[in-house]
């Protein structure tokens, strides 16, 4: 009644004392303790998740009290998986515990901004009578106006506008830009659709309809593992973390589980107590380590040498010696070692490896007559001659369907054939064959030979030596064979010889006797298991230029051992791995299928290299990088000539696709009477049309409008920070290297003065304000992943739930999908004016998992060198016509378009049809108003959030199991096999999104993925292939040790070898005043955090307390040691790219030569002014570049062929080696002054002086 | 009584301040259960520092306080046999030296408080009023030593005895305030200083004082609280 009161009670005071006096009961108020309850009452609990780029997908409950969100809690209502397997709940960490501060934040974006300087001059020229599309031509034909606000960009000055007037400037921008340069200068970027895809589709779906052109990510963060596609034609497929708990042996190399895969890392734990051992392969002492039996501490970016050495221990004593029949069945019927490989002379003594042999090489093309160039052989042992067998590309691509599959015959006869691993003993000849050795010291390729037996066979043209992918493999790897070197001694302590484990000692610092040890418990567990081996690998050993040779060395390992495809085995990527999992429902919606059969996409990794001139600033030459005995046509080119000759030749897409505006190409090529793909292409040939990127600073081709959403490019992703602030934005910036070496191009023209401030207009959707928001024009605000109806899935688990709304968007916020429908809204109103309905010329790669991906079989023809006409869709893109609408794309935008239940649906090749879906669709979303004249015209409307979220989950297999049937039987026409038996069992499931706020979904098995989804095994990468013989997309339709395209062979590639990080040159790049003022050079490491997920959670209040809440670079004891830097000191980072300012920790954890920045802590917190540049310290990427690798460019080649977020140039970090030294604290400035107008003269100067 | 400042200064005030000491720190405590506290910074501060500034400011206030108490209330002194200069001599010397040590960690507090930036941060506006105040008082107090001192040297105590017989008329509800009418001013000033602090005691940390934990010397180590009453 009363807290006085109640404590006045001397008298009555009933003591009750226990424990000899020492504890005593008290009959207090204890009113004091609903203070507590109250904090933890709530009004509603609603189910949502954390859409931020992390694999986590985790199921959360927020609650909502007042109507504001209180506070979140993990959900752990999870359907039960199987018996005997750990739960997955509760799912989630830290990070996203804290998320709900960020909605009421000071960083919230709350209206929509945009520069004061632009708004003034966008008024001004409304106010002087001009339509919205005229005042916008205004501001962009006039230097001064333009430099006046895109040279302060990332200097403040943002205002309040009102939706309507900002949805009117962007559109007016499009608008201007698509009559002006052309739809294909407007272009998007947002990460990782999976953890919430509708809001990825909004700004997808909204380019598609107006031409613009969404951007890859994947790739472009390196999170793409380029080795997955190579060795299976699959973008990253891998097993669901539950799947741990099946191995029986893990090997982890370099992602570190408990500090980045938080919910999951129970399993890594928990399978260790079935008596699982784990090794943990890291540089560092990382989290990752502590769980692990044993500890390979390999120096950095070296992991490759040890996986090989490994390799050659399994090869010698696993296949040699002891003949395990389960790896070598595994190894005929899944992985492409028994297909045989021509050899090609290099002089007369030496041979080098070449291409696969195919059916068309023989006179008779051994009864192939469809795609015989794209069928490989082996030799079958039972019958004595060479066979082809089934499940090659060429069978994928064929009329006669059914024999695309990996059953064990010869595809003419459909005989039984057992394929010959190796034909030493019956070999015609021992002949001398050279490999690459990158892994010398001075940095030198060099030519190592080894004997290999072979056949010799008559081709159609000449006699030829043959051998098989395993007697290549087994010379490189340096495995004594006893009928050819005289011995059959293992050599493992030859440290001069390739991949021995004595050779991987020098170059990992690892002792050959644990490389060995490890090696033989591997494959031995794998034996005895048949597969249960696995190795779980991540950022730490992808990031690297490398990667793919670091990823397919395990890649290797794990298919000697048969690993691949077996429960608790293979290979398993973590990092940026989400999997989209309702993928075909998804795919229209985000790219206008329902509206247009094409559209248009672009690699980020190479748009950006170009397009922000990191091109120009190109220190490794390719030719530096190649084999010693490579074919070599392109010797001399460039890394960006690479990227060049790849889009002409329709392996890369190319954006902006030419010189010229694509409407207008379109309207002259549609009043041609050649046909549009002949004129497209009689044009390239004349030279009247010239691809963009030949000129790719001349102003025509310069990028013009950007949307940046749900991602924080600038902040983040930007590799190469500073060039994209200097030639892209036109920012202040701190390059400090020189431009130069571009000038090596032939084939890009070199402007000697590069282009400053190439963006017209950048957009930044987001909740918070970040770096990119700090540089963009306007910003757009977004509702919080509490605020919006959505889905997410991830690969880590095999559910399906969704992100829904707690509470309304906060202040003026909208989420994506309303965004950019109110966009599109003010657009068409626009566009009814100015554009009416045009045709739109779109360039198309050679797509992956489509016709196309048969492009050039045997060799490298380049029309432009050999002076021929391109022939559209083989030796060039494809060239298509799309008809645009643009007074309706709004209409568009908001309902489903009459194309999926004309043409139907599919994924990744597979096809079927969808029209019952459709009207199903008309029932549960409704028709959209406006497009319901009759019957026939209705459509399903998409003008909800819930209306897209339900149009993915009805039109997927993994989401519909009358879809998941249909696809089934679609695979299983292309394989002859049966599998519809794979999801029968779930056939009438339909999952809606009000389902999922239920509880989250299991979804159904589906022939989008290579793993199952049922209450037998857990989701595991190939196991459909291993199990049920359907192929990998692959040329040969197996798993591929070998890579023929003469692109492969020309960087040495064919086989995987070592190859040492890369030497940037970028700390000797610095100016030499900032040089000489000392410091020490150590790579620069770049992992992810236990306290943010990418630059998210670092501005988090909550996070900055549990960490140190700001900018750090760790060291070792003995770097700081020599550098006089103790722990919280300042330090600085520096290389040509730019300077960073960060604390020191110094650590024992650290080995020395390596500082480790824990990615991505952006400059809009506690970050000084860096003394060498006199400008604000910048962030990890302000001391990165990227270097494109030309082996990703290669496309229209089976499993080597573009697909966005598929295949294509990656951008790697994990090179780079900074200058590190001490700042003292005196010499701390924090940068609070105005802008002075010397500073503003200056930066206003370049940019217009570059227009 | 005649209306004066001399009547309301010291005739009403006295009580205006008793009211609002008693019933603020009542209604405060039945209102603000979790405000309740010392908000102490010591969290923000080098611990050395803090040992003896909170230290030195503690014992000597918490002396003071004492002293006054038992030399004016009491009759402790005169019962332990002490004549008046005797007492004087006493409440002087002991006094000073509380005081110079009160004044000393009062002033480290001070300056903490203001110049550390953190703890400044952190700083309610009434944790500085509070701290201002009763160093004033305090500056006050140690002046009045400057008359009692050269006085009591001198074997005159009067000064002293009106004291007693005014602080004692206030305590027994029959406030004279025409005993001090001729007192020296600066004795009025600490008083009037001393009666404020009791006016702004409710409003400030200083309620930390009506909880300190005494019992902590003498409470068994477990305490257990019982289910039955309360729990809603």
């Not at chain 1, 609603?46 to 209180?70: A, E, Q």
């Not at chain 1, 360039?843 to 196309?852: C, E, Y």
């Not at chain 1, 030294?1221 to 400035?1229: E, F, G, L, M, P």
Request: with cysteine.
């Amino acid at each position: 009644m009363s807290h006085l009161l109640d404590r006045l009670k001397y008298l009555v005071r009933y003591h009750e004392s226990f424990s000899d006096g020492h504890g005593v009961k008290l009959q207090d108020d204890r009113l004091w303790e609903d203070a507590y309850r109250h904090r933890w009452r709530y009004d509603k609990v609603v189910r949502t998740t954390h859409g931020v780029n992390c694999t986590g997908g985790c199921s959360w409950n927020v609650h909502v009290k007042n109507g504001l969100v209180v506070f979140e809690m993990q959900a752990h209502d999870y359907p039960q998986t199987r018996p005997d397997l750990p739960n997955h709940e509760p799912r989630g960490c830290q990070r996203g515990a804290s998320f709900s501060w960020y909605l009421y934040s000071p960083h919230r974006i709350k209206y929509p901004m945009i520069r004061a300087r632009l708004l003034e001059l966008y008024r001004h020229e409304r106010a002087t009578g001009k339509d919205p599309v005229e005042a916008w031509r205004a501001i962009q034909e006039d230097p001064k106006k333009r430099s006046s606000y895109i040279a302060v960009r990332g200097l403040g000055g943002f205002v309040r506008s009102s939706w309507d007037e900002i949805n009117e400037i962007i559109a007016a921008a499009n608008i201007y830009t698509i009559l002006r340069y052309g739809p294909d200068r407007i272009a998007g970027f947002s990460v990782i659709p999976a953890m919430s895809m509708i809001s990825y589709a909004a700004g997808t779906r909204y380019l598609s309809l107006i031409g613009g052109v969404p951007l890859s990510f994947y790739d472009w963060y390196c999170d793409l593992p380029p080795s997955s596609p190579q060795v299976w034609g699959e973008q990253t497929d891998v097993p669901e973390s539950a799947d741990w708990y099946n191995s029986t042996y893990i090997i982890v190399a370099g992602t570190n589980i408990p500090a980045t895969r938080t919910p999951d890392a129970h399993f890594y734990s928990e399978v260790r107590y079935k008596g699982t051992k784990v090794v943990a392969i890291a540089p560092d002492y990382a989290e990752y380590v502590k769980f692990a039996d044993e500890w390979l501490p390999v120096r950095a970016g070296t992991d490759a040498a040890l996986f090989l050495a490994m390799g050659h221990v399994v090869l010698q004593e696993f296949f040699l010696q002891k003949k395990a029949s389960y790896f070598q069945d595994y190894a005929r019927q899944f992985t492409d070692l028994p297909m045989q490989i021509l050899l090609r002379p290099l002089d007369d003594t030496r041979y080098t490896s070449d291409r696969f042999l195919r059916a068309s090489d023989f006179d008779n093309q051994l009864g192939q007559n469809e795609n015989p160039e794209w069928k490989t052989i082996v030799y079958d042992s039972k019958s004595e001659s060479y066979r082809c067998p089934k499940g090659s590309i060429g069978f994928r691509w064929s009329q006669t369907e059914g024999n695309w599959n990996l059953l064990q015959e010869d595809a003419t006869t459909n005989e039984y054939i057992e394929a010959e691993l190796s034909c030493l003993g019956l070999q015609d000849i021992v002949l001398q064959v050279v490999f690459p050795d990158y892994g010398n010291s001075d940095g030198q390729a060099k030519l190592v030979e080894r004997k290999i037996p072979a056949r010799r066979l008559q081709t159609t043209h000449g006699e030829q030596f043959v051998c098989s992918v395993f007697d290549l493999l087994l010379a490189q790897y340096g495995v004594n064979r006893a009928e050819i070197e005289g011995t059959t001694d293992a050599n493992y302590t030859d440290s001069n010889q390739l991949f021995t484990p004595a050779w991987q000692q020098g170059i990992t610092g690892i002792p050959q006797e644990n490389c060995i040890r490890i090696a033989q418990e591997f494959a031995e567990n794998a034996v005895l298991t048949q597969g249960k081996s696995m190795v779980i690998v991540g950022a730490g050993t992808n990031h690297w230029y490398h990667n793919d040779m670091n990823y397919r060395s395990i890649i290797n390992l794990v298919h000697l051992c048969g690993c691949v495809g077996q429960s608790g085995g293979g290979w398993a990527h973590y990092v940026g791995q989400e999997a989209l999992r309702p993928q075909a429902g998804w795919l229209p919606l985000a790219f206008a299928g329902d509206w247009h059969l094409h559209s248009r996409q672009a690699a980020g990794t190479s748009y950006w290299y170009l397009h922000t001139d990191q091109w120009r600033y190109e220190r490794v030459t390719a030719d530096s990088l190649m084999h010693p005995a490579a074919k070599a046509s392109y010797k001399g080119h460039t890394l960006a000539d690479y990227n060049i000759v790849a889009e002409r030749l329709g392996w890369l897409p190319a954006a902006p696709h030419f010189q010229s505006n694509p409407l207008d190409i379109a309207e002259a090529a549609s009043q041609d009477s050649k046909g549009v793909a002949d004129y497209v292409a009689h044009e390239l040939h004349n030279g009247h049309l010239t691809f963009a990127s030949e000129d790719i600073d001349h102003q025509e081709n310069w990028p013009r409008n950007l949307f940046v959403w749900r991602s924080n490019l600038i902040g983040t992703n930007a590799k190469g920070h500073e060039y994209f602030l200097k030639h892209l934005l036109g920012a202040e910036n701190a390059v400090l290297g020189e431009d130069g070496s571009g000038r090596a191009s032939q084939e890009i023209q070199w402007h000697e003065k590069a282009p400053v401030g190439k963006l017209d207009l950048m957009i930044d959707i987001n909740f918070r304000l970040n770096s990119t928001g700090a540089y963009a024009d306007i910003i757009l605000p977004t509702a919080t992943w509490y605020e919006k109806d959505d889905l997410n899935t991830t690969d880590m688990h095999p559910f399906i739930h969704p992100l829904g709304a707690a509470v309304d968007p906060g202040w003026e916020s909208r989420s994506d999908w309303q965004i950019f429908r109110h966009l599109a809204k003010s657009f068409s109103t626009l566009a009814e004016k100015h554009l009416g309905k045009r045709k739109d010329l779109l360039a198309i790669s050679l797509l992956h998992d489509t016709p196309n991906e048969l492009g050039q079989a045997v060799g490298v023809s380049d029309w432009k060198r050999e002076g021929k006409i391109p022939e559209p869709g083989r030796t060039c893109p494809n060239f298509e016509i799309v008809e645009r609408d643009y007074p309706h794309i709004y209409e568009q935008y908001s309902s489903i378009g009459p194309l999926l239940a004309t043409h139907g649906n599919g994924a990744k090749g597979e096809h079927w049809e969808t029209g019952q879906e459709i009207s199903e669709l008309l029932a549960i979303n409704g028709t959209f108003p406006s497009s319901g004249k009759g019957k026939e015209d209705a459509r399903p409307s998409l003008e909800s959030d819930i209306n897209a979220c339900n149009m993915v989950l009805h039109l997927s297999p993994e989401t519909n199991g009358e879809v998941a049937h249909k696809g089934w039987l679609s695979l299983s026409t292309k394989t002859g096999l049966s599998l519809t038996k794979l999801a029968n069992d779930r056939r009438g499931e339909k999952f809606s999104f009000h389902d999922l706020q239920v509880q989250p979904r299991k979804v159904i098995s589906s022939p989008s993925w290579s793993g199952l989804m049922s209450e037998e095994v857990s989701y595991n990468a190939g196991y459909v292939n291993v199990h049920y013989a359907t192929p990998y997309r692959t040329l040969t339709g197996r798993g591929q040790f070998y890579l023929d395209h003469e692109w492969m062979l020309d960087f040495g590639e064919g086989l995987c070898t070592y190859r040492p990080p890369l030497t940037t040159h970028a700390v000797a790049g610095l100016p030499e005043a900032i040089a000489q003022q000392g410091g020490i050079v150590l790579r620069f490491l770049t992992p992810h955090d236990k306290w943010g997920i990418h630059s998210t959670y670092h501005d988090d209040l909550r996070m900055m307390h549990l960490s140190r809440g700001g900018p750090h670079i760790w060291l070792s004891e003995k770097d700081a040691d020599q550098l006089k830097i103790s722990d919280n000191d300042w330090l600085e980072a520096v290389n040509e790219n730019g300077a960073l300012m960060a604390r020191a920790v110094v650590s024992q954890r650290i080995p020395e030569g390596v500082a480790i920045m824990y990615h991505q802590q952006e400059k809009t917190l506690n970050v000084p002014g860096a003394p060498s540049t006199g400008k604000r310290g910048g962030i990890n990427n302000s001391a990165t570049r990227v270097i494109v690798k030309p082996t990703h460019m290669i496309g229209g080649y089976a499993q080597l062929a573009w697909t966005l977020n598929y295949y294509g140039p990656v951008g790697s970090q994990r090179d780079a080696e900074v200058l590190i030294r001490k700042v003292n604290d005196a010499q701390i400035s924090w940068m609070e002054k105005q802008l002075g107008s010397d500073l503003e003269t200056e930066l206003r100067q370049a940019v217009e002086e570059s227009q | 009584m005649i209306w004066s400042w001399n009547t309301f200064l010291f005739g009403i005030y006295p009580y205006i301040a008793g009211t609002i000491f008693l019933l603020g720190s009542i209604i405060r405590y039945e209102r603000e259960q979790a405000g309740w506290t010392s908000y102490s910074s010591q969290i923000l501060a080098s611990k050395r520092y803090m040992m003896w500034a909170s230290n030195l400011w503690h014992i000597g206030i918490l002396t003071l306080f004492l002293g006054h108490f038992t030399g004016f209330l009491t009759d402790i002194l005169e019962w332990l046999g002490l004549d008046p200069v005797e007492h004087q001599w006493l409440a002087a010397s002991a006094g000073i030296t509380a005081g110079v040590v009160a004044m000393v960690g009062g002033v480290m507090l001070l300056l903490r408080r203001v110049l550390d930036p953190k703890v400044r941060y952190a700083s309610r506006p009434m944790d500085i009023i509070i701290l201002v105040w009763l160093l004033i008082t305090l500056c006050f107090g140690l002046g009045t030593q400057f008359i009692s001192v050269p006085e009591v040297i001198h074997d005159h105590v009067q000064n002293m005895e009106i004291l007693i017989h005014y602080v004692r008329s206030i305590a027994e509800f029959q406030a004279n305030p025409q005993l001090i009418i001729n007192i020296p001013l600066i004795y009025k000033v600490h008083m009037f200083c001393g009666f404020t602090v009791f006016l702004l005691f409710p409003f400030s940390r200083l309620v930390h004082i009506w909880t300190a934990p005494l019992n902590y010397v003498v409470r068994p180590y477990q305490l257990v609280r019982s289910k039955i009453r309360s729990v809603v």
